[in-house]
């Protein structure tokens, strides 16, 4: 008689990895460019820039977009003064902000803040991610020779230091100076997406 002997045997094994902790991240950004157009209505100089959006101006985004109603926004630019080198913190605001000056409004150029309009067209559904005052940028009619410019920043507020600081940036080559009769034309563009 024969004797056959067979061994059988099966292994499974199983594994799952999974994003316990799962995170949407929005990433946000603005972009200053100011353009120097002499009074022959040639362009001497063009800079374009990246800021600092500080925690006050994150704050009020958040506070109006969240929690707000019927919100309306009025927005003004300014220019930041290059009689130092200028230095930007989060904590800055518009009443506080010891790194850097304004350049005087009514002094240096013609009126107050600069009323920052912003595109009726943008953002659309098609590209929800930006909005720019690009249409009709900003002009600072330069009134005094040699004033030189470090920046600008972007405010709720006309005048005084009673607004919501947004945002404040500095040239990338610099200081500039400008003379009377220049003006400088300035556009903020500001950016959502998905980090």
């Given at each position: ?18 994003n ?81 000056t ?18 009726a ?11 720019s ?47 009377s ?15």
């Amino acid at each position: 008689m024969s004797t056959e002997t067979s061994k059988a045997q099966d292994l499974v094994s199983a594994s799952l990895t999974a994003n316990k902790g799962s995170t949407e991240r929005v990433g946000a950004g603005g972009v200053y460019t100011v353009t120097c157009v002499g009074a022959d209505g040639v362009e001497k100089w063009s800079d374009t820039f990246h800021n600092l959006v500080v925690n006050e101006g994150l704050q009020d985004m958040n506070s109006k977009y969240f929690k707000g109603s019927g919100y309306t926004a009025g927005w003004y630019l300014g220019l930041v003064s290059g009689a130092t080198s200028p230095t930007y913190a989060a904590g800055n605001t518009l009443a506080s902000h010891s790194g850097w000056t304004e350049l005087v409004p009514g002094t240096a150029y013609t009126g107050n803040r600069i009323a920052a309009v912003f595109n009726a067209a943008s953002p659309t559904l098609a590209d929800p991610s930006e909005v720019s005052n690009s249409v009709a940028p900003s002009a600072f009619p330069m009134l005094v020779n040699g004033t030189v410019v470090a920046g600008a920043f972007l405010t709720t507020a006309a005048t005084g230091t009673s607004g919501v600081l947004f945002s404040v940036g500095s040239f990338t080559g610099g200081n500039k100076s400008v003379d009377s009769g220049d003006t400088l034309n300035v556009t903020y563009t500001f950016s959502l997406d998905a980090a």
